[in-house]
Structure formats: structure tokens, C-alpha cells
């Protein structure tokens, strides 16, 4: 039982290049959250989803788009990475209480 | 709108103190409230999640109450030790679309 997965754990891009992070859980929940975290600004839902194939928008959703084609993945895209998306990422998923599984991050650069 | 604060942001105490970690919301209209540790460089762990129709939760050391009249959460550690050290974190899901975090407090525990 892994519990909820992220890869990469690191990664550098250069400004318009494009990426994905991927965030796969074995809990068989239907909830699933992307989160960044930056310094003085706390962690910060980008993108959220309440089971296979149903996406939603968070609180900081522009430049991403994700994806839930299955029930124990959920993808988070960069289309034109740029220096403002230098960020920790965080992936969750939520039991049936709303308690919430984090994943290890993603510490993305952007130069 | 909900907001969320975390007094202090830092505490230093020595080892064996039992302390109180304070979590102030403005909006008593939660879900849930959950409280998580974050070593550095890492991801969040759950420490302890409250219902909105609970009053506390308890898990070894550690003790969450919630007091939603009031505002406020405390997360209560007893006889503190070195690996307490950490960054906690209180997080409030006010709807299945919104969660908001606290700031933080950083807690140093000296050997």
C-alpha cells in the first residue's frame, strides 16, 4: 500500500517549456487535489477533482490544466512554463471522512 | 471570506515542555478541520483530523480541540521531544471545493 505517489520529485524547465506531474493513489478515493506551496503564501488549491473523468477549478487554476482519466490518477499539466509556476507541488486524496493524503511534492523550477 | 492564522509562527522550547499550538478561523462554517506536521523539504503528515460535530481528537502525545463559537483549534503536544521539531499546519475544509491552510508555526524542540 503505497498511499499516494508523486513523480518526478524534482524537475527544472526552461520558461515555455511544458511538463506533466502525475499523482496516483491506492485508497481508491474519489477526491483528489493539486496544491502548490510557496513561501508567505501557504498552500493554494490549483485544481481539484470528485472522481474519474470530473475536473474542477481551484483557487490558482490558470496555466494548468489536468486530467482524471482514471480513478487512481490524476495528472497536472504546464502548457508554457513560466518563472511564476516555481513551485513545491502537492498532490491529496481524500477519504470518504474529507481526510486528506498528502503525496511527497514536486519541487519545480522554472528559469 | 475565511481566513486562517497560526500564533505563533515560530515557538522554541526545551525538551519535555508539554505546549499549545493555536489555529484562529473567522468563518465558523467548516467541514472539518485537520491538523498536519511538515518536516522540511517534505510533504505533510496528518496528525489529527476533527469533525465539525466533534469537540477534539486525541492521538498519543497530541490532542486537537475545536471550538467552532470561538474560532479556534489548539493542537496540544505533551512532553515534547526533539523529533517533535517541525512546521504545523492547520488546514479547514470549508466546502468539498475549498480547503484553506494556516501559515504555520515552526516548532523547534531543544534537546
Known amino acids: 500500500n503505497a498511499g499516494v505517489t508523486q513523480t518526478p520529485k524534482f524537475r527544472v524547465l526552461k520558461t515555455g517549456q511544458s511538463m506533466t506531474l502525475l499523482c496516483a493513489q491506492d485508497m481508491n478515493h474519489e477526491y483528489m487535489y493539486w496544491y502548490r506551496q510557496d513561501p508567505g503564501m501557504g498552500l493554494r488549491l490549483i485544481h481539484y477533482s470528485v472522481g474519474e473523468g470530473t475536473t474542477a477549478k481551484g483557487e490558482v487554476p490558470d496555466g494548468y490544466n489536468v486530467s482524471r482519466l482514471k480513478k487512481q490518477n490524476f495528472l497536472l499539466g504546464l502548457e508554457s512554463a513560466a518563472p511564476s509556476q516555481t513551485s513545491v507541488y502537492f498532490c491529496a486524496s481524500i477519504d470518504a471522512r474529507l481526510k486528506q493524503y498528502f503525496g511527497p511534492g514536486t519541487r519545480l523550477t522554472v528559469t | 471570506k475565511q481566513e486562517v492564522t497560526q500564533i505563533p509562527a515560530a515557538l522554541s522550547v526545551p525538551e519535555g515542555e508539554n505546549l499549545v499550538l493555536n489555529c484562529s478561523f473567522t468563518d465558523s462554517a467548516i467541514y472539518n478541520l485537520q491538523w498536519f506536521r511538515q518536516d522540511p523539504g517534505k510533504g505533510l503528515t496528518s496528525l489529527l483530523l476533527i469533525q465539525s460535530s466533534q469537540r477534539e481528537q486525541t492521538s498519543g502525545r497530541l490532542n486537537a480541540s475545536l471550538d467552532k463559537s470561538s474560532g479556534r483549534s489548539t493542537l496540544y503536544i505533551a512532553a515534547s521531544q526533539p523529533g517533535d521539531s517541525a512546521t504545523y499546519l492547520c488546514?479547514?475544509?470549508?466546502?468539498?471545493?475549498?480547503?484553506?491552510f494556516g501559515p504555520g508555526t515552526s516548532l523547534s524542540v531543544i534537546p
Open positions: 488546514a479547514l475544509k470549508t466546502s468539498y471545493d475549498k480547503v484553506i
